[in-house]
């Protein structure tokens, strides 16, 4: 059995060689070519990447760090530590495969096109207050227009919901913070967040929604209503994004492809598809 290993190019959190010395302990080949599946060690925003760029089985493999503010790794099967007896795992079958929904994302019709395995956002930049903008939103179940200032706007599948979705969960009482607090949604939702708005609203509706689910299948459009120092986070590489003007429209909707997460039967009730 043969894995790829992947870990963040500018600042990986462990050595490709030290999980390398892990793999042969466990008797698990390192190839980039033609692997069964790819070890992922860092932090949620490297299993975001690595998600929604390839179709190989991953298990995604966190560390653990005393400083407060770095990644939380709530997408991880197993930490380094464990690691070694995991693949041994994996290398006698005691795994399956679940299969994420991803969405797609175009920009102005096709300019641009990217793959998202847990949320995209548009959010103000550093020369801007808020941003003006409105979604439109199209599905069974769902049809209508948001208008809202605020700081942005997320979209998230069921495996980005405790991230940035999650922001509203951890105020406690308006003034206290509870790190650990998050929201999971169904697999055949998608969840819509304003950032810290100052005003939404929906049209032909007296509702001013701060967020909420649609049904799976839904498609997204985020217009710009006023020219801003807005960026897409979430479709690249670059920590920048892509800017945004008024004259983009941001779509979002399913995806074909889907994002091959590897569950270990120790952990986790079996269900999904066993690697081949």
């Known amino acids: 059995m043969k894995a790829a290993v992947l870990v963040d190019s500018e600042r990986p959190k462990v050595s490709e060689s030290e999980v390398v010395s892990i793999l ?28 929604r760029q390839l179709g190989i089985p991953l298990l995604f493999v966190g560390t653990k760090s005393r400083r407060p503010t770095d990644s939380k790794a709530r997408l991880a099967e197993v930490y380094l530590t464990g690691l070694e007896a995991a693949l041994r795992e994996v290398k006698a079958g005691r795994y399956t495969v679940i299969k994420h929904k991803r969405l797609e ?18 959010e103000k930049g550093a020369d801007s207050n808020c941003i003006r903008y409105a979604v439109n ?10 208008s809202a200032v605020s700081n942005g706007i997320v979209i998230t599948t069921a495996a980005g919901s405790t991230g ?10 308006g003034d206290r913070l509870e790190p650990e607090r998050f ?3 169904g697999h055949d939702e998608v969840g819509i967040c304003h950032i810290a708005p100052t005003y939404t609203s929906r049209e032909g509706a007296s509702v ?28 690249t590489r670059s ?7 008024t004259q983009d429209t941001v779509e979002v909707g399913p995806s074909k492809n ?19």
């Open 24 to 51: 042969k302990k466990s008797g698990i080949e390192h190839s980039a070519a033609n692997p069964a599946f790819g070890v992922v060690v860092g932090g949620d925003g490297l299993f975001s990447y690595q998600g």
């Open 105 to 122: 994302v175009s920009i102005s019709g096709g300019e641009f096109r990217g793959e998202i395995f847990t949320d995209v956002s548009l």
């Open 183 to 185: 929201r999971v949604i």
């Open 258 to 276: 889907t994002t091959n997460v590897i569950r270990l039967t120790s952990r986790h009730r079996p269900h999904g598809s066993p690697l081949e």
């Open 137 to 146: 939103v199209r599905g069974k179940g769902a049809d209508f227009t948001d």
């Open 164 to 173: 940035y979705y999650s922001y509203l969960d951890k105020i406690d009482q």
């Open 208 to 235: 001013h929604p701060l967020r909420y689910t649609v049904p799976w299948g839904s498609s997204f459009r985020i217009t710009l209503m006023r020219d801003a120092d807005a960026h897409l986070f979430g479709v």
């Open 239 to 245: 920590r920048r994004g892509l800017r945004i003007t």
